[in-house]
């Protein structure tokens, strides 16, 4: 479970560049058209190293954030002022608490509300102004959600003895599953031109309807990791990209495969019709490993893990009264480590979970993704991750004029609904497979 408010971590006022990176795990989002642009996303890597003398647990190096451009104009000064307000408000609940019924009743209203979201947004670390391509940009520091639940393993933090570990290469490796959804009957907020609304309800003619629609995916299969070939020599491009026409849309869009993993953009979901063709498209990444014959049980477990998550969010939207969420996303993130192509990964993975827990780290602490214990595999809580991100569009209750605030965000519980009433009947279909396959046995 994220931890409902950040932590110190030592930044440093100025960011080393060595310490930037491109964020590897982008998926849907905006990306510079221009070679002027800032960088949209970029990873903040700090080196793993002691951060101060101190023997306490204080002293542990910071994992690397995302740092997300603050965006130009409305949408971005919006997104900054609904992470300062979300992760602030736990600060003026101690301030106003303790003041008579009144000012607990606001409390309750308010800054409870505010504060039971925290847990579905990323952590925020604050915002730090970055050098790029010859001008200073604005960049949020997020939690980085495609880092494995351990990072660094307790096995190799650094201590006054070794002050520089080496991290071994198969724990750096690390190949989450990433799905962007767009949550709600309608992308655009109310204050957008109608030139705007009309274009966005021709190119996306089935969101009012189904509630939300697939932004963009990015799904492990294996067959290109590290020391791993993906090039031209088996029907890719150099770098080990190869692009192909995806046959289930019914618009036209491309699937691109490269370093183990398949992606699709905005065009893919944006084609996908109501009833099979969706089904189908979630299926891609919620029942990943059915179609080996195994991991009936782990994709069960999975989206029973999904499913709950929604479903403690639909709770905190049916009683909150004071935001409303235009063009907001759900970030789905699968941090299994498992290679459709390479059957040799249980055991490869029993040894790493030997290997960090006879090196004295806690059990279970290095653990990335699944453990593989008496002959399968044990999905826990913290292989999977969902959080709201994306808030450009926020609305903010006594900011806005709009009414209809007793209603709740109608819009937004609309695709919430939507998407679990369809991935509740994705686990049907999922028991409905493994039924059948026992009976075949």
Same mark, same amino acid.
């Given at each position: @479970?994220?931890?409902?408010?950040?932590?110190?971590?030592?930044?440093?006022?100025?960011?080393?560049?060595?310490?930037?990176?491109? @964020?590897?795990?982008?998926?849907?989002?905006?990306?510079?058209?221009?070679?002027?642009?800032?960088?949209? @996303?970029?990873?903040?890597?700090?080196?793993?190293?002691?951060?101060?003398?101190?023997?306490?647990?204080?002293?542990?190096?910071?994992?690397? !954030?995302?740092?997300?451009?603050?965006?130009?104009?409305?949408?971005?000064?919006?997104?900054?002022?609904?992470?300062?307000?979300?992760?602030?408000?736990?600060?003026?609940?101690?301030?106003?608490?303790?003041?008579?019924?009144?000012?607990?009743?606001?409390?309750?209203?308010?800054?409870?509300?505010?504060?039971?979201?925290?847990? $579905?947004?990323?952590?925020?670390?604050? /915002?730090?102004?970055?050098?790029?391509?010859?001008?200073?940009? !604005?960049?949020?520091?997020?939690?980085?959600?495609?880092?494995?639940?351990?990072?660094?393993?307790?096995?190799?933090?650094?201590?006054?003895?070794?002050?520089?570990?080496?991290?071994?290469?198969?724990?750096?490796? #690390?190949?989450?599953?990433?799905?962007?959804? +767009?949550?709600?009957?309608?992308?655009?907020?109310?204050?957008?031109?109608?030139?705007?609304?009309?274009?966005?309800?021709?190119? #996306?003619?089935?969101?009012?309807?189904?509630?939300?629609?697939?932004?963009?995916?990015?799904?492990?299969?294996?067959?290109?990791?590290?020391?791993?070939?993906?090039?031209?020599?088996?029907?890719?491009?150099?770098?080990?990209?190869?692009?192909?026409?995806?046959?289930?849309?019914?618009?036209?869009?491309?699937?691109?495969?490269?370093?183990?993993?398949?992606?699709?953009?905005?065009?893919?979901?944006? *084609?996908?019709?109501?009833?099979?063709?969706?089904?189908?498209?979630?299926?891609? $990444?919620?029942?990943? *490993?059915?179609?080996?014959?195994?991991?009936? %049980?782990?994709?069960?477990?999975?989206?029973?893990?999904?499913?709950?998550?929604?479903?403690?969010?639909?709770?905190? $939207?049916?009683?909150?009264?004071?935001?409303?969420?235009?063009?907001?996303?759900?970030?789905?993130?699968? #941090?299994?480590?498992?290679?459709?192509?390479?059957?040799?990964? %249980?055991? %490869?993975?029993?040894?790493?979970?030997?290997?960090?827990?006879?090196?004295?780290?806690? +059990? &279970?602490?290095?653990?990335?993704?699944?453990?593989?214990?008496?002959?399968?595999?044990?999905? %826990?809580?913290?292989? /999977?991750?969902?959080?709201?991100?994306?808030?450009?569009?926020?609305?903010?209750?006594?900011?806005?004029?709009? &009414? *209809?605030?007793?209603?709740?965000?109608?819009?937004? @519980?609309?695709?919430?609904?939507?998407?679990?009433?369809?991935?509740?009947?994705?686990?049907?279909?999922?028991?409905?497979?493994?039924?059948?396959?026992?009976?075949?046995?």
């Amino acid at each position: @479970m994220p931890a409902s408010a950040p932590q110190n971590h030592h930044y440093h006022h100025d960011i080393q560049e060595n310490a930037l990176a491109p @964020m590897p795990h982008q998926v849907g989002g905006h990306r510079p058209k221009t070679a002027d642009e800032a960088p949209y @996303m970029l990873r903040l890597e700090p080196p793993l190293s002691v951060a101060s003398s101190s023997s306490s647990s204080s002293s542990y190096p910071p994992r690397p !954030r995302l740092l997300k451009v603050v965006q130009a104009g409305d949408k971005g000064e919006r997104e900054l002022a609904f992470y300062q307000r979300l992760f602030k408000e736990e600060e003026g609940e101690k301030r106003e608490g303790g003041n008579g019924d009144a000012a607990e009743a606001e409390q309750q209203s308010t800054g409870g509300i505010w504060k039971a979201l925290q847990p $579905f947004v990323p952590s925020f670390y604050g /915002v730090q102004a970055i050098h790029a391509n010859g001008l200073s940009h !604005r960049y949020l520091i997020l939690e980085d959600l495609s880092l494995p639940p351990s990072f660094p393993p307790t096995c190799c933090l650094p201590t006054k003895s070794d002050p520089k570990p080496s991290l071994p290469a198969s724990l750096i490796e #690390h190949y989450p599953s990433i799905l962007d959804v +767009k949550i709600g009957q309608r992308s655009h907020p109310p204050w957008a031109p109608s030139d705007k609304v009309a274009r966005e309800q021709i190119k #996306h003619p089935h969101q009012k309807d189904v509630g939300f629609r697939i932004v963009g995916m990015k799904i492990y299969e294996g067959g290109g990791g590290r020391g791993e070939k993906g090039g031209a020599e088996e029907g890719g491009t150099e770098g080990g990209e190869r692009k192909e026409e995806n046959k289930l849309a019914c618009t036209s869009s491309m699937t691109i495969r490269r370093g183990g993993y398949v992606s699709e953009g905005k065009e893919y979901g944006r *084609g996908l019709r109501p009833g099979k063709e969706l089904k189908e498209g979630l299926a891609r $990444f919620f029942l990943r *490993g059915m179609k080996e014959g195994r991991e009936e %049980e782990g994709v069960l477990k999975r989206l029973d893990l999904f499913i709950k998550r929604l479903e403690g969010l639909k709770k905190w $939207f049916s009683r909150q009264r004071c935001l409303k969420f235009w063009s907001s996303s759900l970030l789905f993130v699968d #941090h299994r480590y498992y290679d459709s192509q390479h059957k040799d990964k %249980e055991q %490869e993975q029993e040894e790493q979970q030997q290997q960090l827990q006879g090196n004295g780290g806690e +059990k &279970g602490g290095g653990r990335i993704g699944e453990v593989w214990k008496e002959g399968r595999w044990r999905v %826990e809580e913290e292989d /999977v991750d969902l959080r709201m991100i994306d808030f450009a569009h926020v609305q903010i209750r006594g900011e806005e004029g709009e &009414g *209809g605030w007793e209603e709740g965000d109608v819009n937004y @519980m609309y695709g919430l609904s939507s998407l679990l009433r369809h991935l509740k009947e994705l686990r049907e279909d999922a028991k409905g497979v493994a039924r059948s396959r026992q009976r075949s046995k």
